[in-house]
């Protein structure tokens, strides 16, 4: 985000005023569109978002709809972009974000930024550009990272172009070192029980952030090659009816 666009978002009143050719239009600050207006700013409605969030007369909607075209209304919220210092795209992000996590996020914001959620939609309250750096730098503690990384798997991070999923929340060096302290008392416990006579499991490692199988994962592989080994045996050597051999899954968690 620019000087420009802080700039912006900071000394925007609750009406500005926007030039569109020979029209001039009194919009109101991002703040106070309704959810179904914000919808319309990034679907590029003007139908429905000038009566939402401007102060026109329908006269007047009436007779700019008339003569604009595609070209025109890009740059309409474009200059509506630069003077409010909120994009089409940071709305799109914080209101996704709500609709999928708003509760998790009603939490962090009062627990990390002692703000209320709802100031989205207050005058003088939490812009949304504001708003999405605010989630974007949560910290992998809070309510909304745990919950979606609770959500992924190992495909995704396959699929992430940068090898990270957006939303994941990287350890910090406090989550690594706990991860190492937890690892190796399980280490000292298994040693203690061997030395007296005990046969325990060797411990398995603390799955990394997007590193390796997931412990779930080889504990379902582990199971299914077994049941494929008992069907063996006991059909002298037959696979299973339909079996496919599968990549084998080698990779311990990391």
Avoid at 185 to 194: P, Q, Y
Wanted: charged share 25%.
């Amino acid at each position: 985000m620019s000087v420009a666009r802080f700039w912006a978002d900071a000394s925007c009143p609750p009406v500005v005023t926007i030039d569109c050719g020979d029209t001039t239009i009194p919009v109101l600050n991002p703040s106070l569109w309704s959810p179904e207006g914000v919808a319309a700013f990034i679907g590029r409605d003007l139908e429905v978002w000038l009566p939402a969030c401007t102060e026109l007369e329908d006269q007047a909607i009436l007779e700019l709809l008339s003569s604009l075209t595609v070209e025109d209304v890009e740059c309409l919220c474009a200059a509506v972009e630069d003077a409010t210092g909120q994009t089409a795209e940071d709305m799109e992000g914080v209101l996704n974000a709500v609709e999928t996590w708003g509760t998790e996020l009603a939490a962090d914001f009062q627990r990390f930024y002692g703000r209320d959620l709802r100031d989205l939609w207050r005058d003088g309250g939490i812009s949304y550009a504001t708003a999405r750096a605010m989630i974007k730098h949560l910290p992998p503690e809070s309510a909304f990272v745990t919950a979606r990384r609770d959500l992924l798997e190992r495909e995704d991070f396959e699929r992430a172009s940068s090898g990270v999923p957006e939303g994941w929340g990287v350890w910090s060096h406090t989550d690594e070192l706990l991860a190492g302290v937890a690892e190796r008392l399980d280490g000292v416990i298994c040693a203690i029980g061997s030395v007296h006579g005990a046969n325990p499991q060797q411990p398995e490692r603390i799955r990394r952030p997007g590193v390796g199988y997931s412990t779930r994962e080889l504990r379902e592989h582990r199971a299914a090659v077994d049941a494929l080994i008992a069907y063996a045996v006991a059909n002298d050597g037959a696979a299973p009816p339909g079996w496919v051999p599968a990549e084998t899954v080698t990779q311990q968690p990391n």
